[in-house]
């Protein structure tokens, strides 16, 4: 298969050149061996004869004492390039002291000695030299003999020796070439290698040179280098966003709260070093979220880049606006949405931090406008003092924040300089609301139930699941006190949930002991009642405790239910298709509309214990009872009468027909262990004496 040679690599062309060069060397070697052979031969074969001629002549003139011709002869033979020496010798008898008329002619004497002709002749690599002896013959007789030296030449030995030359001059040109297309790119290669292993310095680029595999192989090294260091300016440029990020606020480019404390720690350090006053304001914009609710987030952003500026010209305008503000020292922090933390170095006392928080709100206390709207900003500014208020960075930020919790909780607009009793106040709050958020899984939350009496059949016919907490120090906490706080905390759709599933369970081990019509009612806050999930965690809680859903019923307030009234209007389809019933609490004290009671699928309607208290003492009262009892019944609904605590007002509520009764004349919320025990006393028992 015949391969073109234009598309052999660059290598592959150098590797056949090679071959073809130092096969035609070979060939040619060869070749002025075999003729050098046969030339020497031919040359060996002339110069024989011509020595075999010239010789008999010499003999002869020897003989005939010619010596003419002998000189004759002698020259010849010195002129042929090939003969080295020409030596005569003869016996003792015929010796004689002539000269021959030759340069380098010597006596011809009897004593072996007597050369009369020699020569330096060069001999090359393929020449060899011989001797010829032949006799001088006189009658017969043997009077002496001829030496000669001579050389068998070939006539091609220079050209083989220029051959050769050429050749090892192509060697020479080739191995250069390839040390500097090959060798040297590849040494270059290994040591900016080395560099770059060494010094992890990736500047360093290699020279592209070579054949078409170095050099794209030097290029392919040099762009990888490229990369590497293009990637690695990138990811300089990244750890230092990385770290700008880690320590700047990305909305508005101020310091965060990580940076600011190794700031206030280096001037709190300062500061124990000279007595000085380092004094934390804890900036927190009022009404925020309501930007938020009534703009969007991106006005709410500009809002807050806006104030950073503001905050920023007036901190750096400060040491300007009196002389005795020359030596102070600010530092401006953002440390989330609305809150910004000011710390003032080498102030004098607390009366100047006093006056510079009050030039701040009237600095900051300003009409913004957004979308065409007008919106007064306020803020309240809590303040603590280096070192009345504490000696380190965490003391320091945190009463100053209770500072500002504290001014925002009295008006707003405002600031409020740190108060230990007050702040030891909001510690207790604090830690109780740390507290809250571990009761359920410390298992702290209890369920207590209240009786519902039926007046007509004289039993106890339903029981109200009440939540309480436990406190492992305070004990029992009334759920007035940490029901609206769980709310706050975004607690109560969790706590809810368990209320439920815990009381349809206990609902159910009455059944299972002897009480097997009781029913049980669940208070639902409003936060909770807005749940997406609430008729799936009812589901749940009935089909985990085999309860039938019909001895479930769920109690939500006026105000919960008012909320929205096309999702109302599902929550309450969805809870009432899985078969429980839907009560409302505290009917009277809030909306107390009419249309709701008519729109929603209600089953029971419960009369506030406000109205109660003085249903016998105050007409209006009494009136407002009945009216509700009468109303609920033309729609159907059953009545529940809170708050009954005495005979009297259990008999006037069965006058007027009210259904059912609550309250403590027939018992307190008991746990469940002890109302199993009050039902067993009082499952035939009336209450009415």
Known sequence: MIISFRKLSFYTKILTITLLLTFGVTILTITIYIIHNISQDQNLISLLSEIANESSEISAGVLDKNHKLITEKLNKLRRNPDILTVDVHLSKDHASNERFGVEKATNLTADGKNRIYNQEKYLSLFDTDFEITLPIIKENKSIGKIYIKAID??????SFFLMTALTTLIAIFMAMYLSNMITE????????IKTITTDQNYSVRVKEKGGTEITTLMTAFNGMLDTIQHNEKIQQESLAEIQRLSYYDPLTGLPNRDLFKVYLQNSLTDAKKNSLLVSILYLDLDHFKNINARFSHNSADIFVQEISKK?????????????ENKNLITSLSRLNGDEFIICLKNVRSIEEVESIAAQILSFVNQPYHFHESQFLSTASIGIAVYPYHGETAETLIKNAATAAYISKDEGKGNYKIFDTKVGKKIDNQIKFENDLYKALERHELVLHYQPKYHLQSKRIISLEALLRWNHPKIGLVPPDEFIPLAENMGLIIDIGAWVIKESCQQCQKWHNTGFPELRVD???SARQFLDAELDFKVKSALTESHLAPHFLELEITESAIMINDDQTLATLQALKSIGVSISVDDFGTGYSSLRYLIKYPLNTVKIDKSFIAYILENQSS????????????NLNLTVVAEGVETIAQLNYLRSVGCDIIQ?????RPLPAEELTAFLTNHSTKPFET
Do not use: M
């Open 522 to 524: 669940v208070n639902v």
């Open 153 to 158: 030449r070939n006539p091609y030995t220079d």
């Open 311 to 323: 905050l920023n010209q007036y901190l750096n305008e400060l040491g300007g606006l009196s002389s």
């Open 622 to 633: 009494a009136t407002i009872a009945k009216a509700i009892i009468n109303l609920a019944h």
């Open 663 to 667: 309250g403590y004349y027939i018992s």
């Open 185 to 192: 790119p590849l040494i270059s290669l290994v040591n900016a």
